[in-house]
């Protein structure tokens, strides 16, 4: 009877090492150098604040520099894509959000990136609602009041906005689609900081904004109405929800979230996941999204990217029956 001999190559079984071992070298060894996050957006607001709060925690947990890197313009479509593009070794992410994830590919036709396809999803960072504030000379006290005004005076009332897209936007046309009522967009270039500066010197109706951007102008200069997400923010705890002021339906939360180019290997996403799930979870940083009106938001990688799907089929929804076009 032959004894059956397993081969192995020059060097026996000690030169198949090296290759076993690489998966977890990698992980070992990473990072090596400074880690870059995208932001597709200008140096303020919620996009900037999370990621640089984001890259803080990842420089105490993995001990290398991350830089954040802003990237605005083209409705956020030049930095998805640089990110998409990036070779996958965990140096370059990207901070993304609700609108240049999702309801970018309902808004344009054709996108120089594929959402599910291209990224590597690592972990959901935060969720953000939206206020809705209104010009105190505006005579309502109650959301119920503001829809009675607006039926009662069809396209009179109009509220301020960002690009196309953009919370305010999405949040006001929700709105106008629940509601069956008619408020007319006023775009402003620099975004809600412009379109809240608008609404205090009394040039529009009102406005969805961030509670940090709200925040200073209440209770004497605006006037708050309700808040857009599921539940109430700790900020404004007498603030009701738009659902509990009667628009039913009614739930719109903004999210950010830390993604890879696809691609990337398993040990360094899950070494990155670890690091923001670990910091999401401490007293100083729920502390901070406090402030913001924010609840952090850890997820595995695999719960990430099973959320990003029904998200994008939702944005779709709000998008075409509101009619929404790209600018």
């Given amino acids: 009877m032959r004894t059956a001999h397993r081969i192995f190559p020059p060097g026996g079984i000690l030169a198949l090492l090296p290759a076993i071992c690489v998966p977890s ?13 995208i932001v597709s957006s200008a140096p303020v607001g919620a996009n900037d604040i999370v990621a640089r709060l984001a890259g803080a925690k990842i420089t105490d947990a993995l ?5 954040v890197d802003n990237r605005p313009g083209a409705s956020g479509i030049p930095g998805v894509q640089f990110v998409a593009k990036s070779a996958p070794d965990g140096y370059n992410l990207l901070l993304g959000n609700f609108s240049t994830l999702a309801v970018n590919l309902s808004l344009f036709d054709k996108l120089p990136y594929d959402t599910v396809k291209d990224f590597q999803p690592i972990t959901l960072i935060a969720r953000v609602p939206q206020v809705l504030v209104v010009h105190p000379s505006l005579p309502v006290k109650s959301v119920k009041d503001l829809i009675a005004l607006a039926k009662a005076h069809p396209g009179k009332l109009n509220y301020g906005s960002g690009l196309s897209g953009s919370g305010a936007h999405l949040s006001a046309e929700m709105l106008k689609y629940l509601s069956k009522i008619e408020l007319v967009m006023v775009p402003y270039k620099a975004g809600v900081g412009g379109a ?9 109706s009102l406005v969805f904004g961030g ?8 209770p004497k200069r605006l006037r708050a109405l309700g808040v857009t997400g599921a539940k109430r923010v700790p900020a404004f705890p007498d603030l009701p929800t738009m659902e509990e002021a009667g628009v039913r339906g009614y739930e719109l939360t903004l999210w950010y979230g830390l993604l890879a180019p696809a ?3 398993a040990p360094v996403v899950n070494k990155l996941n670890g690091a923001l799930v670990r910091a999401l979870q401490t007293p100083d940083v729920k502390e901070r999204f406090a402030a913001l009106g924010a609840d952090p938001a850890p997820m595995t990688p695999e719960e ?6 029904p998200e994008i089929k939702k944005w779709a929804t709000l998008v075409k029956a509101a009619g929404i076009k790209a600018e």
């Fill in 25 to 37: 070298a990698h992980a070992q060894e990473f990072p090596t150098k400074p880690i870059r996050i």
């Fill in 63 to 67: 001990g290398q520099p991350v830089i």
């Fill in 196 to 204: 809240l500066t608008a609404l205090v010197g009394g040039e529009i």
């Fill in 211 to 218: 509670v940090p951007g709200v925040a200073p102008y209440l």
């Fill in 263 to 265: 691609g990337t290997p």
């Fill in 304 to 309: 990430f990217a099973a959320m990003l799907p």
